[in-house]
């Protein structure tokens, strides 16, 4: 079965350093990765999106790359501020429609 | 631009009574879908509709569960019957009009369920 994995341990990181955050998934072919952020008692908020035949994307601080051979997806912030401290969620979907298969989220923790 | 609108935002229902969640999709938005999340769990797809029409309801559990998306109005998700594994958050999602594949999902605030 499809399986999507993200590491459910927090990740805790000193303010100004990057922030790597891993998506692994088995069983699948994506057509595209998402990645959402979620704070506590909020809806998730769309951050990025990468096509199967891209290797990377970036959006100001934040980098996403995209390795299909290695059915991973790394999720970069740089510069990290306490601000960027939430819940990140990859989602996959096919082009067999739009739905969203997600992993379960890996929780960073920026401190000051 | 209001974005996805969901109520209500908390809702408590004792087991047995039914619950319905109402989501107003983004303006301009035709595609609606559900999700939801259990506690310490990730979200999981329900359904996908369109105006009047249930595209993939493959995430759906078989029995009590049923989704609409009117010609006029919220879409509506209704779970009869309710049972305490109900309890969770119910996330709507909306995304743009037909293009080509793929675009992002703007998700509501969730509604959180409560089955006593």
């Known amino acids: 079965s499809q399986k999507i994995e993200q590491n459910s341990e927090a990740l805790n990181i000193q303010e100004g350093k990057t922030a790597t955050l891993t998506c692994n998934y088995t069983n699948y072919s994506p057509a595209y990765l998402q990645w959402y952020r979620q704070d506590p008692g909020r809806g998730p908020v769309f951050l990025l999106l990468?096509?199967?035949?891209?290797k990377e994307k970036r959006k100001e601080r934040l980098k996403v790359t995209f390795d299909t051979t290695l059915k991973q997806s790394l999720f970069h912030i740089t510069a990290s501020q306490p601000a960027d401290s939430a819940t990140y969620l990859c989602a996959l979907g096919n082009n067999a429609g739009n739905m969203l298969t997600f992993g379960g989220g890996t929780r960073l923790m920026v401190k000051p | 631009n209001a974005g996805v609108m969901q109520n209500p935002r908390h809702l408590v229902r004792r087991r047995g009574q039914e619950a319905r969640l109402r989501c107003s999709p983004m303006k301009g938005h035709s595609h609606v879908y559900w999700y939801r999340q259990l506690p310490e769990e990730g979200l999981k797809f329900m359904v996908y509709?369109?105006?009047?029409?249930?595209?993939?309801e493959s995430g759906m559990p078989k029995e009590r569960f049923s989704a609409e998306f009117p010609k006029e109005g919220p879409s509506i998700l209704r779970i009869q019957q309710v049972v305490r594994g109900d309890s969770a958050a119910y996330f709507c999602?909306?995304?743009?009009?037909?293009?080509?594949?793929?675009?992002?999902?703007?998700f509501g605030p969730g509604t959180r369920l409560t089955v006593t």
């Open positions: 990468i096509r199967e035949n891209e």
């Open positions: 509709l369109q105006k009047e029409n249930i595209i993939d």
């Open positions: 999602a909306s995304s743009p009009s037909p293009g080509a594949l793929p675009y992002e999902q703007y």
